[in-house]
């Protein structure tokens, strides 16, 4: 397998928050005096194995985000590319503008921009993972008991968490292989899928998982926000191994 000679972040950041109840969108909203996405480029920023950075955002925000990017140095992030209505077409915006500048055996990885605790080790073993596979998403196994329910009232129907794997971002496959999967999705008129794991598992695609986290967490309350807070201030223990 040709594994492509650059690999390039696409972040989506173009959400506009609402569950949060702020009046700014929640990728904009300051934790110790920093934006929560530039708390995830920088991680990125960071990354030996990273070349380059495509951020979608909300395009009143685009010119917000460049200032940002000057101020917090953040060299890697080539492209600035405005958000679609759902996050589906906020992903096709960002791999469209990819196909005018990549080669199509170039790697990309898709991270929500909220989830600002990610780290260096998920990245690389997602870029391995996809070395192995061709595709690569991170995933933690479901640790809680889980029950199907018709009604969101009661249930009698629970699933063995044995077999259960909560996803996350990075979801990490070629350009050429993401841009077939959501042009195809448009072909067939399938709309507003969240991620791009779900997509491929629609389309036939086999899923493999790398390695998450439950400190990758997607702030998307006010209660991440509280936790992502406590994770900054938090060092973990010398007798932790």
């Known amino acids: 397998?040709?594994?492509?000679?650059?690999?390039?972040a696409l972040i989506t950041a173009a959400g506009t928050g609402t569950r949060?109840?702020?009046?700014i969108p929640k990728q904009f909203m300051h934790v110790d005096n920093k934006p929560i996405l530039i708390y995830t480029l920088e991680v990125f920023q960071k990354?030996?194995?990273i070349d380059a950075m495509l951020v979608v955002t909300?395009?009143?925000?685009?010119?917000?985000l460049k200032a940002y990017a000057m101020q917090f140095n953040l060299t890697k992030l080539k492209w600035i590319v405005?958000?679609?209505?759902?996050?589906?077409?906020?992903?096709?915006?960002?791999l469209s503008k990819l196909k005018e500048e990549l080669d199509e055996d170039d790697i990309v990885m898709?991270?929500?921009?909220n989830r600002a605790s990610i780290s260096a080790d998920i990245i690389s073993d997602s870029i391995a993972t996809y070395k192995q596979h061709g595709g690569a998403v991170a995933a933690i196994p479901c640790v809680e008991a889980v029950f199907?329910?018709?009604?969101?009232?009661?249930?009698?129907?629970?699933?063995?968490?044995?077999?259960?794997?909560?996803?996350q971002t990075p979801h990490t496959f070629s350009l050429k292989k993401l841009f077939w999967a959501y042009e195809t999705a448009k072909e067939k008129g399938i709309e507003n899928v969240v991620a791009a794991c779900t997509l491929m598992q629609q389309l036939g695609e086999p899923v493999y998982f790398s390695k998450g986290s439950e400190q990758n967490l997607k702030i998307t309350t006010v209660d991440d926000l509280f936790i992502f807070e406590a994770?900054?201030?938090t060092k973990k223990d010398a007798w932790l191994k």
């Open 47 to 49: 990354h030996p194995a």
């Open 110 to 113: 898709i991270h929500d921009g």
């Open 231 to 233: 994770l900054l201030h």
């Open 148 to 167: 199907k329910s018709e009604d969101g009232i009661s249930s009698n129907i629970s699933i063995p968490r044995s077999q259960l794997y909560r996803t």
């Open 20 to 23: 949060m109840g702020q009046d």
């Open 1 to 8: 397998m040709y594994l492509g000679g650059k690999t390039v």
């Open 58 to 64: 909300l395009p009143t925000w685009t010119d917000v």
């Open 82 to 94: 405005p958000g679609g209505k759902t996050g589906q077409e906020s992903i096709y915006a960002g």
